[in-house]
């Protein structure tokens, strides 16, 4: 369904931190932008954590979480700003598992290599392969969705299902737009193909990182205590309106970008796709970036 939801500005975390026991924080877009990081976005969910809060970072990343924490060490984000991780690849590794099979075609750079270790399936040949895992373009700065037409309508042709890695359609590293598994997955869906999603907006990711925040905090964190802080309206948000959560929109990511949602407006009015019916009136707020 579609809902239109008015947005209140949030001039900082602190502004509503009292009132959640945990945060449910996505990471590019909110923490980095694939080459530098956010330092004051990182700060905060640290001051957060000093408060006795918990954090877990849920991502669309199809990488798993090990490798996705030392991503962000590399740009200088430490452990101290998170509780524990969460990705679309730890979810990508479970549908693998659960599809059956011998052989996969992976579609994606060789920098998701991690995603496929250990898998019982292999990766091979597409002549050969029973499903196509996707993490994304060959060549993301290159290359866009078009430039798999002829190879998306053979797979089709094959009845090929193809697991997508990560839901996302487009990030932005530094200036640069980049076009990510989900854009390749919602074409191959147009072509007649059948797409399995892992990670955002989808619900088994959100159970995965309740879990890990009740396992963090030694106890059941009940919903109403639990903030989703994300930059996508279309995976963040409505993912975490949809699993139940409070919602935080930061307004200078991905849709800032694309829609110029304004940074400076004490008040925004915006149009969300929900699967779900939530209660709208979870969303509490928008922040032009994230900051204590």
Known sequence: MTVSVTLRRIEGLRQCAGSYRALLCD?????????????????????????????VLVSNSPRPAPAVGEQLQNLSIGADAWDGIVTSGDLTRR???????????????????????????????LEAADFILCSGLFDDENETPDDYAALFEDAVA???????????????????????????AARYEEMGGCAVYAGKPHLPIYEHARALIDACAGQRVPKSGILAIGDNLKTDIAGGIAAGFDALLIAGGVHGREQGVPAHTDARRLTIDLEASPDTSRVIGFQPALAW
């Open 95 to 125: 549908l693998v598992e659960e599809h059956g099979g011998e052989s996969f075609f992976h579609l994606g750079p060789q920098r998701d290599r991690s995603l496929l270790a250990g898998l019982a399936a292999r990766p091979g040949a």
């Open 158 to 184: 094959r009845g090929l299902d193809l697991i997508c890695a990560n839901p996302d359609h487009v990030v932005y590293r530094g200036e640069v737009r980049i076009y990510c598994a989900g854009a390749l």
């Open 27 to 55: 990471i590019w877009g909110v923490l980095h932008d694939g080459l530098r990081a956010f330092t004051p976005a990182a700060a905060a969910l640290k001051a957060f954590r000093e408060q006795g809060g918990r954090v």
